[in-house]
Structure formats: C-alpha cells, structure tokens
C-alpha cells in the first residue's frame, strides 16, 4: 500500500489517536491547557509520528480530513473531562496550512463546537508565523471570524518563522508560544526570551513557554513574568486517561 492509501485506512479504521500535553500556569502551578498531538496507532509499525505523515498529508489533502477529525475529538475530550466534574481547561488543536486557508474555516470551526457541546473559550487554534503571513486581508478576515466565535488564536514555534511584526499588532491572536530552541539554549537567547515575553504583555497577550525540561529554565520564565510552561519537566504528552490521573490529583 502507499502511504497515501493507508493514511486514507488510518482514518476510516480509527488508527488515530490524540495524546495531550498539559500546560501550566507558573504563579498558581495548576493545569490551565493541554495542547492536542495527533499520533498514528499503526496495526504493524506502533506509534508513527505526525513529523513522518504530516507532510503527505498537506501534499495529498488529506489533511482536511484529519484535520477536522483531530479538532472533534480534541474538542469532545474537552468536554468530556468537564462532564465529569474537572475544572474547566483549555485545548490547543495544531492548525495545518491548508487548513487555516479553508474558506470555510470559521463555520467548521463553530460547527464542531456545537455538535461536541464545547464552549468556544475552552478552544485554541495554533497557527505558525509562515500561515499569518501570506494574503493579509484574508487572514484578518479568518482571524476576526474566531474572534467572533470565541475561540483563542495563538502563534505556535514564535521565533523560528519568517514573520514580520506588523502583524502582531494588527491581527488579533490572543497567546505566543515561544519555541523550545530559544528555551532549551537559553543563556544564549536570554535577551530574545525577555523581549518575548515583555512584548506580549505590551501587546495584551499572554505567552507561553515551549519545551522547558529543568527546574533552571522554570525559575528563569517564573522570574521573568512568563504565564505559562509547556514541556517535558513538567510532563510529556500523554494518552487522555493520564490526564484524568493528573486532574485528579490537583483537586
Ligand atoms: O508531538 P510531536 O513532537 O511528535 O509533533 C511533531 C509535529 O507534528 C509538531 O510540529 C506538531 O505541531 C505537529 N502536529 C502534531 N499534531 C498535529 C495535528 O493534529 N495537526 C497538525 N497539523 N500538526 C500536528
Ligand atoms: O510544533 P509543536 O510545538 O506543535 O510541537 C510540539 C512538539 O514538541 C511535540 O511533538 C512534543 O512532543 C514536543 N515537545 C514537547 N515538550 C518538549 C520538551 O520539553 N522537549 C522537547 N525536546 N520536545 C518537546
Ligand atoms: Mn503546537
Ligand atoms: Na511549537
């Protein structure tokens, strides 16, 4: 079989699965978010990761579909956990290119937030810098249109895309997530982490840190007023049934 055909199989068959990396506050250390991380449950080869599948499936369109699979079931998860008494959180659902480019994006948007019953605030769309660069009427029209609704925009891998920042100030995106690289080398971007993190607040959003992996890198962010961490000393991503565990254990 080409990938291709069994990408299409992956998806009639439900070999996909979404694993969840949660987000903290720093100040308050409680689960304020889980980020969404698509992962292909392959009957002979395990776990594939979407860095493998992904690009074929931009290049074959087949993104489309699995892009709006990932959202449903991340956004019915959501729910989910709030049905069952936790506090309510925040997913992030990784938005694709092509995705974001639909026309129709802001009406499947609000038409999975209404058959899963999720209130839009509890939503967020992570789009890259390259996405919120091209046709910029078109993207401010998108952008507004999720405003509308309710759902959060942030910018995912801030610092690493060809961006410019005219836009930060004129599209409304309410979070940056600043890049692992600048976290994971960070004495040597100390300077451009700070100046993340104090343009966000100026600019009346929030941010968040990527890839944090030591109690060292935690201290700087709390020190330098960052929101919130996202990364491997706190916890990997995780199937939905560990995230249960990790709730509970904070209530
Ligand atoms: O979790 P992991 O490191 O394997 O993710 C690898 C890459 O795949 C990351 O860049 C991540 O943003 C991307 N990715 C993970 N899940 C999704 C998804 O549901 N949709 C899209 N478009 N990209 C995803
Ligand atoms: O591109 P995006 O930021 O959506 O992808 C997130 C990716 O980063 C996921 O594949 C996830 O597994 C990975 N990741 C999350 N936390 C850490 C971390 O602390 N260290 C490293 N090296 N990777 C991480
Ligand atoms: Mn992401
Ligand atoms: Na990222």
New binding site residues.
Partial sequence: LTMETELRKALKEGQFEL?YQPQKNIVTGKIVGVE???RWNHPKEGFI???TF?PLAEKTGL?LE??DW?MYEACRQNKQWQDEGFDPIIVG????AK?FHQSDLVERVASILNKTGLHPTHLEL?ITESMAMSNEEDIIQTLEGLRDLGVYVSI??FGTGYSSLKYLSRFPVNKLKIDKVFIQNRKQNEAIVKSIIHMSHSLDMKVIAEGVETEEQLSFLKNERCDEMQGFFYSK?LPPTHLNEMFQKQT
């Fill in positions: 694993h969404a991380l698509l990761s979407p860095g992904i993104i699995i892009g990932v659902v990784n938005l694709s995705q992570e995912d891998d991503p």
